[in-house]
């Protein structure tokens, strides 16, 4: 089955940055939105940046200025440019690809901690 697997995360000191990736083990077709979620130590799963097909960005106010979502369409691929890093972004990360005829595929979530 065709999953989402993530790779960048780790442990890196605060202001310090980090390059998180996504891409899919095997082909999806009709991917329309693709986005980075995460989750901190027992809080809600929250939306982190998204962006469309044709590039059009969103970004939690926590990160903006700080975060840089980007894409390749022809690969599939999402990335995740985060500077100037804060304990506070500590959580799992996730990606996310929306799919017209799968929808929503979720990775497993890749750790990135930011000790205080």
């Known amino acids: 089955q065709v999953q989402l697997v993530e790779s960048g995360g780790g442990l890196v000191q605060a202001g310090q940055s980090l390059r998180l990736s996504c891409a899919p083990s095997?082909?999806?077709?009709?991917?329309?939105?693709m986005g980075w979620y995460r989750q901190a130590p027992g809080g809600q799963r929250e939306l982190v940046a998204v962006i469309s097909r044709g590039g059009t960005t969103t970004y939690a106010d926590s990160v903006k200025g700080r975060f840089t979502i980007s894409r390749d369409n022809a690969k599939n691929t999402v990335w995740l440019q985060m500077n100037s890093l804060k304990p506070g972004d500590t959580a799992i990360y996730y990606c996310?690809?929306?799919?017209?005829?799968?929808?929503?595929?979720w990775g497993q979530g890749t750790q990135v901690t930011v000790p205080s």
């Open positions: 996310k690809a929306s799919s017209v005829l799968r929808g929503d595929i």
């Open positions: 095997g082909r999806i077709f009709g991917i329309n939105d």
